[in-house]
T-cell receptor
Framework: GAVVSQHPSRVICKSGTSVKIECRSL??????MFWYRQFPKQSLMLMAT?????????EQGVEKDKFLINHASLTLSTLTVTSAHPEDSSFYIC??????????????FGAGSRLTVL | LAKTTQPISMDSYEGQEVNITCSHN???????ITWYQQFPSQGPRFIIQ???TKVTNEVASLFIPADRKSSTLSLPRVSLSDTAVYYC????????????FGTGTRLTIIP
């Protein structure tokens, strides 16, 4: 089946530094990937839609200058958290659409990246 | 995008059948219903998808009534490893349509 690889799985950084998270589709091409953020005991919150070769589409309330998304190829999207602060500490998850048996696409998710900002 | 409503939490004993219902009153004609499972500190995992009537795979069944305003995920003979959060998503699922998650149902299996 389709696999989405996300790296790193865990990262700890100092406040003010930037962190890059990679999301790769291993056995399929993904023109679009999605980035979610999840706080403890809460649901996934869609942050942005990453489009290959064009600018990402951000959800309302998500700072595009803080969460930089680059989708330079059909198999790789990156999320860079710039000038990270403790409130950015969260679980970040990427996903991509793949074909489903029922005829519609389903989402394949990466394993997630836990960011801790000290 | 159709909004979904699920119970926040459910408990069940091992070996029981568990049914989790999701309400989606404003589902559109081209919307599909998909369920995902999420364990702590992991990304969600696809369980099952359907459009109408009943769908069954090796891990679950999905029941969708004729009006499609709700759906029920059925997990047969649950075990402790089924303790997870279950999300019901409704959307066109065509191409690269974005999907938003509802609250999900936190299922706890009791030994």
């Amino acid at each position: 089946g389709a696999v989405v690889s996300q790296h790193p799985s865990r990262v700890i950084c100092k406040s003010g530094t930037s962190v890059k998270i990679e999301c790769r589709s291993l056995d399929f091409q993904a023109t679009t990937m999605f980035w979610y953020r999840q706080f403890p005991k809460q649901s996934l919150m869609l942050m942005a839609t990453s489009n290959e070769g064009s600018k990402a589409t951000y959800e309302q309330g998500v700072e595009k200058d803080k969460f930089l998304i680059n989708h330079a190829s059909l198999t790789l999207s990156t999320l860079t958290v710039t000038s990270a602060h403790p409130e950015d500490s969260s679980f970040y998850i990427c996903s991509a659409s793949t074909g489903g048996a029922a005829g519609a696409n389903v989402l394949t998710f990466g394993a997630g990246s836990r960011l801790t900002v000290l | 995008l159709a909004k979904t409503t699920q119970p926040i939490s459910m408990d069940s004993y091992e070996g029981q059948e568990v049914n989790i219902t999701c309400s989606h009153n404003n589902i559109a004609t081209n919307d599909y219903i998909t369920w995902y499972q999420q364990f702590p500190s992991q990304g969600p995992r696809f369980i099952i998808q359907g459009y109408k009537t009943k769908v069954t795979n090796e891990v679950a069944s999905l029941f969708i009534p004729a009006d499609r305003k709700s759906s029920t995920l059925s997990l047969p003979r649950v075990s402790l490893s089924d303790t997870a959060v279950y999300y019901c998503l409704v959307g066109p699922h065509f191409g690269n349509e974005k999907l938003t998650f509802g609250t999900g149902t936190r299922l706890t299996i009791i030994p």
